[in-house]
């Protein structure tokens, strides 16, 4: 039993943010399914109900009861965030995964094609390309190097670039605004991002917005002007808001999903020994990494429009809800042996990318990417070990996600 470990104290109410919660993350995720599988607990500065089992996160996922947009859910008004953002950046305020239903069926029928399996399978060859270029240059590293920062990142970022139509010069500005606005989004260093870094990033992306307006181009930004200037109803402020939507969740997420598998799969020499006499198994691999693994661990707020009872539980009107997917994940109610890692596992109904209305729309972009990624990577070199000279891979202290500082490593052939 979790509580038993030694180092582990639970108690109640729940700090997420702790470091004695993020040093011992599945002991307390075991805990909770098991011992308060609803319960009051803390992340950030807010106060929510945790939920913890898989079949009650579906449920809050895709419940109409539950609303992401807190104002409506309590009645008062549309603010779709318990505080008042800047006024310089209000506009992140307009993102569709805010909204609820009109509004978030609207936004996500304009950018669905993005998306669609003909973009995803067009962008394949273009991720196996880049990431046989990446490689090359790596092969004439000596010593180890990071392997996040050196492969899992420009994967995504390059990708992303490409979606919105930004080359060149201003793709490099794309990528260090890409940075800044995942990296500081957690911390001390949130109030330097709110405040200052997302105010020049979003003017980067209002000033990218007006050159697209004079010159479209083949790509998903051109297509948002052109369904906005065709009077669908989408404004300024709700296209920026997708450009940054597009980043934090199509770049963010799928570096540390790309960096998270290499690591697990050098955990599991035995079944990447499989894949590779077999590689027809790399897209349930991937899947598995997304369970097991994956960067993801909650996701935005959910408010009932009324009072439910779960687990026993009484959840007012309007009080904040968070489905601790990581937790959701290695439940024994819906995954047998959810500890071990399992590349064939099937069924594998997981919640890596939610459930319901806001189901990840970037999913099959994501999955193709890590797939391509990691295939090319291991079977370039797959003796790859991890450095672990200064420690083991450190995760960061970053509630509702698992993602690491660095992966340095060793190529060997």
Partial sequence: MASAQPGFDPHTPVNMNAQ??????????EWLREEAPVCTGKISVMKVNLVSRYEDCRMILSDPRFLRNRGRARGKGTRPLPF?????????????????DPEHRRLRSLVNKGFSPRV??????????????????????????????????????????????????????????????????????MVRTLFWDLRRAQRFVRDLIANKRKARGDDILSELIEAEEA?????????????????????????????????????HP??????????SHWGSAVEEI?????????????????????????????????????AANHDPRAFEDPGTFDMKRSPNHHLGFGFGPHFCLGRQLALMEARVALE??????????????????????????????????????
């Avoid at 953002?85 to 209000?90: F, T, W």
């Fill in 270 to 279: 035995d079944q990447l020994a499989e894949l590779r006499a077999d590689p």
């Fill in 84 to 100: 008042p953002l800047p006024r310089s950046i209000a506009a992140l305020a307009k993102s569709m995964i805010l909204e609820d």
């Fill in 290 to 326: 997304v369970r097991y693994r994956g960067p993801i661990h909650g996701t935005k707020l959910l408010y009932p429009i009324e009072e439910v009872t779960l687990q026993g539980v009484k959840i007012a009107r309007g009080t904040p809800c968070l489905p601790i997917l990581g």
């Fill in 20 to 29: 004695a919660f993020h040093d011992h993350k599945y002991l307390w995720y």
């Fill in 231 to 267: 009077g669908e109803s989408l404004s300024e402020d709700e296209l920026v808001a997708m450009v940054f939507l597009l980043i934090i969740g199509g770049f963010e997420t799928t570096l540390h999903l790309i960096t998270n598998g290499a690591l697990v799969m050098t955990q």
């Fill in 376 to 413: 090319k990577l291991f079977t370039r070199y797959p003796n790859l070990r991890v450095d672990e000279s200064g420690g083991p891979p450190q995760v960061a202290n970053m509630p509702g996600w698992h993602r690491h500082l660095s992966l340095p490593v060793f190529l060997e052939a």
């Fill in 120 to 189: 995803v399978a067009k962008l394949s060859g273009q991720v196996s390309g880049l990431a046989d270029q990446l490689l090359d240059q790596l092969g004439s590293q000596k010593g180890s190097f990071d392997l996040l920062s050196a492969y899992a990142r420009p994967i995504p970022m390059r990708v992303i670039a490409g979606m919105v139509g930004v080359t060149g010069r201003e793709a490099e500005q794309f990528g260090e605004v890409m940075q800044t606005v995942t990296q500081g989004l957690t911390g001390l260093k």
